[in-house]
């Protein structure tokens, strides 16, 4: 014990009950508060009833920041030195989810039959519930095993060397169908579609009247997508070069339709097409602009955060396609966690990113300096990335801003388009093809737990077919490394 302590008349002992006492006081306090976000959460197993405001999070969050913060400074004060982690938070997080993996195994049939007969039709439904529930925890496991966002710059560096893509997607495609990892066969697809079309996909983001639509429009030298100050955009509207002015509509259940580009607001936005009830699954605009290139295609895509909820799951679903992703952020609104998401999600998906502060005319330059500086350190801070940053406006003499955007960056990269699909491509491959080896690893060190006597035993053959598999994917993986040394 410190001279230091003596002097505050605290022995060992009143050290060690003060550490106690404030470490259950820490226990409390967050239960007290995951007890107030989980009442919110859609769990068919809440303990209570959701009767909290935001405020009322927020100002308990705030004062459980505060509390702790205090028993901090007590204990410093006091020399009594604070609790050592005993592991990682990601770690501790994987270990549940592994033996969430485990517990699906539980619903198997040949498990369930020990409670009673099972029909094949109830069988084949337990299989899907299976597969549904462990897909979605296995996407959550290899999100978790990518590690945090530090090395995206450079995964997105070495994901770019995968070579032989057709090759590798062949062997990915049999390993799916071979092993019924249902879950990667949508990423599969999406692919198999860019590289017939072989289009650099340039998408823009941002949360509801954040100015997209606007910013296209301008950049484009149009005024056919549709603006307005409430959720417009109702699912992502593809824009590339063509001849003449038109629009191509498809449906989920119906013919296609060319129409005017007069009529596009009433299948491209939410007022005149609300939660997408025309089912149309895709948009297409060809403009004859001198912006736009072969081979570069615009994609409008719904404002996120909004009331209009399928817009934003559309967005969502979007981002894996795009090859450089424009992210928008309202000056006036400031930088959201949103944003940050969809940046974090760019470079996850193997795309490049951009980082426009939109409506850039309502602040003065110094203020401009001090938004584009705040939005670079949280990026740098949060994600561990460094995309370009740029504020712009589209507004009178300001719209100088968005002219000195597009000619001295965005310009040059899309002259490069053809390259940089490529490398695009190959980064989306290989970020498919590390998810796979994630979920042939996980298949085969669950195997022992899922393994309940001679009639759950999996055959020689489907075992060495799924080493097989890893195998050939961890080859790949080696080449891609192996190249990237030398």
Request: proline content about 5%; charged content about 25%; hydrophobic content about 40%.
């Amino acid at each position: 014990m410190s001279d230091e302590t003596e002097a505050h008349g605290f022995g060992e002992h009143h050290q060690r009950h003060v550490r106690t006492t404030f470490q259950y006081i820490d226990k409390l306090l967050s239960e007290a508060e995951h007890t107030m976000a989980d009442a919110g959460s859609p769990s068919p197993f809440r303990m209570h009833s959701d009767d909290t405001t935001p405020i009322q999070r927020k100002v308990t969050h705030d004062y459980i920041l505060r509390i702790r913060e205090a028993m901090r400074r007590v204990m410093e004060e006091l020399n009594i030195p604070p609790s050592e982690p005993h592991s990682g938070a990601v770690w501790a997080a994987a270990i549940n989810l592994m033996f969430c993996s485990i517990s699906l195994n539980e619903l198997t049939p040949e498990r369930m039959r020990a409670y009673g007969p099972l029909s094949s039709e109830a069988a084949d439904r337990l299989d899907g519930i299976r597969a549904e529930l462990d897909g979605l925890v296995a996407k959550l496991r290899t999100f978790l095993g990518k590690g945090a966002g530090g090395d995206l710059q450079q995964r997105l560096q070495q994901l770019g060397k995968t070579g032989d893509e057709i090759r590798l997607l062949s062997e990915i495609e049999r390993i799916i169908a071979a092993h019924g990892l249902v879950e990667f066969r949508g990423t599969l697809s999406m692919l198999l579609d860019r590289m017939e079309s072989a289009a650099f996909e340039v998408g823009v983001f941002g949360r509801v009247s954040s100015g997209k639509s606007s910013l296209l429009n301008y950049i484009l030298q149009t005024d056919v997508l549709p603006i307005g100050v409430t959720p417009v955009t109702a699912i992502p509207t593809r824009i590339s070069h063509g001849p003449m002015a038109e629009a191509g509509i498809e449906f989920a259940e119906a013919q296609p339709e060319i129409i005017p580009l007069l009529e596009l607001s009433e299948f491209a936005t939410e007022q005149k097409n609300p939660g997408n009830k025309k089912h149309v699954t895709r948009i297409f605009v060809k403009l004859p602009s001198e912006r736009l290139r072969e081979g570069v295609t615009f994609v409008d895509t719904p404002g996120l955060g909004s009331l209009a909820v399928a817009g934003a799951e559309e967005t969502i679903a979007y981002l894996p396609r795009c090859d450089l992703g424009i992210v928008l952020i309202d000056a006036s609104a400031g930088l959201a966690q949103d944003d940050l998401i969809v940046v974090q999600a760019l470079y996850q998906a193997g795309a490049s990113a951009m980082v426009l502060i939109s409506k850039a005319d309502l602040f003065s330059p110094a203020d401009r300096e001090q938004m584009i500086a705040y939005v670079k350190a949280n990026l740098r801070s949060q994600l561990h990335v460094e995309p370009a940053v740029h504020a712009v406006s589209i507004v009178g003499a300001n719209a100088a801003l968005c002219d000195r955007w597009f000619e001295s960056e965005l310009r040059p990269f899309l002259a490069q388009h053809h390259e940089l699909a490529i490398a695009s491509q190959k980064r989306k491959i290989g970020s498919l093809r590390e998810a796979i080896v994630g979920a042939l690893e996980r298949t085969l060190q669950a195997a022992p737990e899922a393994i309940s006597g001679d009639s759950a035993i999996l055959s020689n053959e489907a075992t060495e077919a799924l080493r097989n598999g890893d195998r050939i994917l961890e080859r790949a993986q080696g080449e891609c490394y192996a190249a990237g040394n030398h």
